[in-house]
């Protein structure tokens, strides 16, 4: 894909709400997740307590319980460090585009591609994360040799607001999550 002209507009409120609903969805699983692993954690350090039988001294003991909270620090930390990172990656370019209120507009010639087996319709993005993106069969026999198409994604996320090609446009919403460019 060979970008003719490429600018940055302001965000619409559509766009908006759709950047907001896609990241309440990334935070709620992320949120759900994280909180999951942190009651299996304090639930097998709980449980961990009561393990005992009267060949086991109160020294051994002691040790046991002082190793298993030792191994729930280190695991919260560790699960704690593990979604931060998963925040800061992809959670945080869609706050960041909402912040700056900026979409990019991007002018190309596109490259349509069809699977050999399956009816699927793809145009080729040139983005290393999404190489090819999802179209419908009417946008694939309208890409032609010259035809120029324009995409609107926003810069932080790379998530793809909307597609034309030759006045045939797909606007994406937060049902499309995997459209990150």
Do not use: H
């Not at 999951?36 to 046991?64: D, H, N, P, Q």
């Not at 909402?98 to 349509?112: E, N, Q």
């Not at 926003?154 to 998530?159: E, K, L, V």
Request: proline share 4%; net charge positive.
């Amino acid at each position: 894909m060979k970008i003719i002209y490429r600018e940055q507009i302001e965000l619409t409120p559509a766009d908006r709400s759709v950047l907001t609903s896609v990241r309440r969805k990334k935070t709620t699983f992320l949120l759900g997740a994280y909180l999951a692993l942190i009651a299996i954690v304090v639930v097998v350090v709980y449980l961990s307590g009561w393990v005992g039988t009267g060949y086991i001294t109160e020294e051994k003991m002691e040790r046991y319980r002082r190793g298993s909270s030792i191994l729930a620090i280190v695991s919260f930390i560790l699960l704690t460090g593990f979604f931060i990172v998963y925040y800061v990656k992809s959670v945080l370019p869609y706050t960041r585009d909402l912040k700056k209120g900026l979409k990019t507009v991007s002018w190309f010639y596109p490259t349509a591609y069809k699977t050999p087996y399956f009816d699927s319709y793809f145009l080729k993005t040139g983005s290393v994360k999404k190489p090819m993106l999802p179209i419908t069969r009417e946008m694939f026999y309208a890409v032609k040799p010259g035809v120029l198409a324009c995409i609107l994604f926003a810069p932080g996320s790379r998530f793809v607001l909307s597609l034309d090609i030759d006045g045939l446009q797909v606007i994406y919403n937060e049902s499309n999550v995997d459209l990150e460019l």
